[in-house]
């Protein structure tokens, strides 16, 4: 079955220090891929994608991720964290039939990223 | 901001009953796509509309149908609820285009006792 992993519950992570959240895929062909975050009582908003080219992907709000073929991972970083990226943060993969036209999301269980202050 | 509306923001309903949740996005959204998020869990697939006909489907049974509009604008129904089927739905529409990439809207939270 594909699927998208996210390893970590929860990640706690000084203010000003870089973070990452980590995410690994087991998606067939080449899947796009993507981060998007979540805030309490609100829908998910988007942050990047990666589809193809360069490994690394710049997003919204200095987020980037780094994009490794030979681990299928597609980890989210920021240089320097803020206490209002506290939020949940979700991994996608995207599975298309071209016969259907139909784009699937499979996601991550989620990460729970805390900035302290 | 996505664009994407969802109304109602929360709703209560017993089981057995039947729900109709909404969702409407811009011009040119012409794709719209429904995921169900338990507590805890990350958004599952339900179906996805394309010009008003439904071209993909995830593991969910046939009481879950949908309707999308030529206004641009969707459907969820769910027949006989469950209280499994609490849950935040969501909808995401694709700028035409650009169809890999879903815009989400705020969701419907929906229980069911």
Redesign the interface.
């Known amino acids: 079955a594909q699927s ?1 992993a996210q390893p970590e519950d929860q990640v706690n992570v000084a203010e000003g220090n870089p973070l990452t959240v980590k995410c690994t895929y087991s998606v067939s062909g080449n899947p ?1 891929l ?1 981060w ?1 975050v979540q805030y309490p ?6 942050l990047l ?1 990666y ?1 193809t080219g360069d490994n690394l992907v710049k997003g919204s709000y200095g987020f980037e991720a780094e994009f490794n073929k030979s681990q299928t991972s597609f980890h989210l970083k920021k240089p320097s964290a803020l206490v209002s990226d506290s939020a949940l943060y ?1 991994c ?1 993969a ?1 599975t ?2 071209y016969t ?11 990460t729970r990223l805390k900035v302290l202050a | 901001e996505t664009g994407v509306t969802q109304s109602p923001t929360h709703l209560i309903k017993t089981r057995g009953q039947q729900v109709t949740l909404r969702c409407s996005s811009q011009s040119g959204h012409n794709t719209v796509s429904w995921y169900q998020q338990a507590l805890g869990q990350g958004p599952q697939f339900i179906f996805q509309y394309y010009r008003e006909e439904e071209n993909g489907r995830g593991n969910f049974p046939p009481r879950f149908s949908g309707l999308q509009f030529p206004n641009y604008s969707s459907e969820l129904n769910v027949n006989a609820l469950e209280l499994d089927d609490s849950a935040l739905y969501l909808c995401a529409s694709t700028i035409e285009g650009v169809w890999e990439t879903q815009y989400f809207g705020p969701g419907t939270r929906l229980l069911v006792l």
């Open positions: 998208v796009y993507f998007y009582n609100r829908g998910l908003q988007f994608k589809i979700f996608a995207s298309s039939s259907s036209g139909t784009y699937k999301y499979i996601f991550g269980t989620g």
